[in-house]
């Protein structure tokens, strides 16, 4: 059974800095993408940055694009997002999702693309 827990959550003050962590488990075997998404109250769950297996490629949106970095670590199947320059519209929960069906260089942008998904974690950013 696959689970994705992320972590790292909390309250910020604008322009300040969060890490958020997603620790993957059970039976994913091969290469598998991962997503970061956010979802507020009232709005649709929008990709924030994914990252592809072998962490040569990455995508961000433009809302956190020069803001965000997505990293990972397969060694310990745990994918990181660094969050700077936090703004209150960054305010959200978010989650981690794995895509298993893309290659080794390949993610997608799509939530309907992933396949796994974590419980999430509450980013609040104070203005």
């Known amino acids: 059974q696959v689970q994705l827990v992320e972590s790292g959550g909390g309250l910020v003050q604008a322009g300040g800095s969060l890490r958020l962590s997603c620790a993957a488990s059970g039976l994913i075997y091969g290469s598998y993408a991962m997503g970061w998404f956010r979802q507020s109250p009232g709005k649709e769950r929008e990709i924030v940055s994914a990252?592809?297996?072998?962490?040569?490629?990455?995508y961000y949106a433009d809302s956190v694009k020069g803001r965000c970095t997505t990293s990972r670590d397969n060694s310990k199947n745990t994918v990181y997002l660094q969050m700077n320059s936090l703004k209150p519209e960054d305010t959200a929960v978010y989650y981690c999702a794995a895509d298993v069906r893309v290659s080794d260089y390949g993610m997608g942008y799509r939530a309907s693309e992933y396949d796994y998904w974590g419980q999430g974690t509450q980013v609040t950013v104070s203005s």
């Open positions: 990252i592809s297996w072998t962490g040569g490629s990455t």
